[in-house]
């Protein structure tokens, strides 16, 4: 029997889990600097979180949620998104009560039943950001700036920061309305997928993936022509923040997310030379959503990106992402009275923080020396018979050729060589 892995999903190997080790703890740093702590919520949670929070019509929900029955018949879902379940934990965990300003952040996989393609997984990895407890505009600009300088600083360039309004409940309605206005005369021309949504929600016309479609949004109203006052100025407010701190974007209409709990500020990163997947990041303002599952009326802004397209976009540049971890040294032993006494020896380099690679069921020196080599080590620590007489080991300089003898401690000697090279 051969096994092979689930469409969709990858392996993370050895020689590129650095890569993944790096972005992620560059991710946390960047997180951890605007005072956003990791918030880890379990894979599954119940399937109607979701339903609740994405609403009922959206793609995840309809076509892309992994849904099951446990043994018990309880239905859940992996998730397909890390917001719900962060809500979820803050509505659960009254963190409201705890801090009026919650700043949580998270990595982790997420899952959609999705046509695999190019940088689109079924099983995903995202980061993301939520911060929980206030409407002020300062915090739609300080959320994007957190994504706008951590990619900045991993070194990309050709980003494109695109906003948008979606506006509140009130303002929506009017636009929805204005919407269906526009797209009625076209209804029997478009997908059943649009046909469903012309009633239950007319903003995702714009955003239909069918060609067929595409030809009939061109001259459709914009949101941001159906704001109300308050909506204006918030979304003025935040425009201006990000011009304040230096952050240049521009402002496009068509953004108007998949998720049904997005309130004003929308917003999506883009890198160009992606191709069609050139997303690297979006999120934008819920502030309905943690009422929505339970919670008070609570404001809050988030996004969330997608490792797969970041590295991509990282290669594509070219850019190092850390180095893969080579031993300090590799031991060589020669003879059988020293392998077993260089077995303590090996220990106390270990307990000293040291990483030395040995292998027992190489003898030959010259084996030894070509394993070595091949670990990447810098030295070669070599032990026979005659040098545990001595009680010495000779520590050699793999990259200058150099050999010195010091004394077989507990350590120390090769500990104060290897240590200045660190
Ligand atoms: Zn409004
Ligand atoms: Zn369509």
Request: hydrophobic content about 35%; aromatic content about 12%; overall charge negative.
């Amino acid at each position: 029997m051969k096994y092979n892995i689930p469409r969709g999903t990858f392996d993370i190997l050895p020689q590129d889990s650095y890569k993944w080790q790096f972005v992620m703890d560059s991710f946390r740093k960047i997180a951890s600097r605007f005072g956003y702590e990791e918030i880890s919520t379990p894979i599954f949670e119940t399937a109607e979180l979701f339903e609740r929070s994405s609403g009922e019509s959206s793609d995840v929900v309809q076509k892309e949620m992994y849904r099951f029955t446990d043994r018990k018949e309880r239905i859940f879902a992996l998730r397909p998104e890390g917001t719900a379940p962060v809500v979820r934990s803050y509505v659960e965990n009254h963190m409201d009560v705890l801090s009026s300003r919650t700043k949580l952040y998270y990595i982790g996989p997420m899952f959609r039943y999705d046509r695999p393609q190019a940088g689109r997984y079924r099983q995903f990895y995202q980061y993301g950001i939520e911060f929980i407890g206030s409407d002020n505009p300062y915090y739609d600009a300080e959320v994007i700036a957190i994504e706008m300088l951590w990619l900045q600083e991993l070194g990309l360039k050709n980003l494109r920061l695109e906003i948008n309004s979606v506006g509140c409940p009130t303002c929506a309605a009017d636009y929805d309305a204005a919407l269906r206005e526009f797209f009625r005369p076209a209804l029997q021309d478009l997908c059943p997928d649009c046909v469903k949504r012309f009633d239950l929600k007319p903003r995702r016309l714009l955003d239909c993936k069918v060609a067929s479609c595409k030809p009939f949004r061109v001259g459709a109203p914009s949101q941001l022509d159906y704001l109300d006052a308050p909506c204006t100025e918030h979304f003025a407010k935040v425009c201006e923040s990000l011009t304040a701190m230096d952050i240049s974007y521009i402002i496009n209409p068509a953004i108007v997310r998949g998720l049904d709990y997005y309130t004003n500020t929308a917003f999506e990163v883009i890198y160009e030379g992606l191709g069609a997947q050139n997303s690297l990041a979006g999120g934008g303002r819920y502030n309905g959503l943690i009422e929505q599952i339970g919670g008070k009326s609570i404001p809050a802004i988030g996004f969330a990106g997608g490792f797969e397209r970041l590295l991509l976009a990282l290669e594509k540049e070219q850019i190092e992402l850390g180095k893969r971890i080579c031993p300090d040294a590799y031991l060589i032993c020669l003879g059988e009275k020293a392998r077993v006494a260089i077995y303590t020896y090996l220990n106390h380099l270990r307990q000293k923080g040291l990483y030395i690679e040995y292998d027992p069921d190489k003898s030959s020196l010259k084996a030894q020396f070509k394993a070595a080599d091949t670990s990447g080590a810098s030295y070669a620590i070599i032990v026979g018979d005659s040098e545990l007489e001595a009680k010495t080991v000779n520590l050699k300089n793999l990259v200058t050729g150099e050999q010195v003898s010091l004394p077989l401690d507990g350590g120390e000697a090769v500990y104060a060589i290897l240590h200045q090279d660190h």
